[in-house]
């Protein structure tokens, strides 16, 4: 059974700090999503990672996905507020043949940015 | 493009009764998923459907099941509804490795 695990669940920083969230999955698999949730509303795609190596960017975030081990990272530089939310990291449950698109969403870090 | 979109958004119904939520993909994609969020569990794969055939099911009770129709459009239903049901229902739009995420069924059971 594949299992996802984000560090930290809770995460408190200042405005214009920078940290990383961290994303374990336990099992092979190239195609990692990184989602950013508000309170009461739903999913919103923040990057699609499909390769090992991958890099990618936008604005103050940056996620990268070293799948041999297994992990992803999501890079904040210069919190703001507006970037209070909740971050999800899933993986997918890759079989042979290709995606199914079954997706297993790690428990989220709820981020708080303070001024 | 049109995003994902559902239907109704919010529903409250009683213990036993049963539920239907409806799901409209973007335009083009031929892969519907479901999702189930509660604050104890998560966010959990319940099914996913491409070209009207379910490959993947998750670890739910037959209680809830799904269709896909030919336009692409999805349903699930719940039966026999519980108290444990009550969350945020979010369909998911797949093409190409990109999935997107509809604005979600808000369920209360009482």
């Known amino acids: 059974e594949l299992k996802v695990e984000q560090n930290p669940l809770f995460l408190s920083m200042q405005e214009g700090k920078n940290y990383t969230i961290y994303c374990n999955y336990s099992?092979?698999?190239?195609?990692l999503y990184w989602y950013r949730q508000d309170p009461g509303k739903s999913l919103e795609s923040l990057f699609v990672l499909l390769s090992n190596g991958a890099v990618k960017q936008e604005g103050r975030l940056m996620a990268s996905l070293d799948t041999k081990a297994r992990l992803s990272t999501l890079h904040i530089t210069a919190a703001v507020h507006d970037l209070s939310a909740t971050y999800f990291c899933a993986v997918d449950d890759l079989n042979s043949g290709g995606s199914n698109y079954k997706l297993t969403f790690g428990k989220g870090t709820l981020l708080t940015v303070n001024p | 493009k049109a995003g994902v979109t559902q239907t109704p958004r919010y529903l409250i119904k009683t213990r036993g009764q049963q539920v239907t939520l409806s799901c409209s993909p973007i335009?083009?994609?031929?892969?519907v998923s479901w999702y189930q969020q509660t604050p104890g569990q998560g966010l959990q794969f319940l099914f996913e459907y491409f070209s009207e055939t379910q490959r993947n099911k998750g670890n739910f009770p037959g209680r809830f099941s799904g269709r896909q129709f030919s336009n692409s459009r999805s349903e699930m239903n719940v039966s026999t509804l519980e108290l444990g049901d009550s969350a945020l229902y979010l369909c998911?739009?797949?093409?190409?490795?990109?999935?997107?995420f509809g604005p979600g069924t808000r369920l209360l059971v009482l």
């Open positions: 998911a739009s797949s093409f190409s490795g990109r999935i997107y």
């Open positions: 099992t092979t698999s190239d195609r």
């Open positions: 335009s083009g994609h031929r892969s």
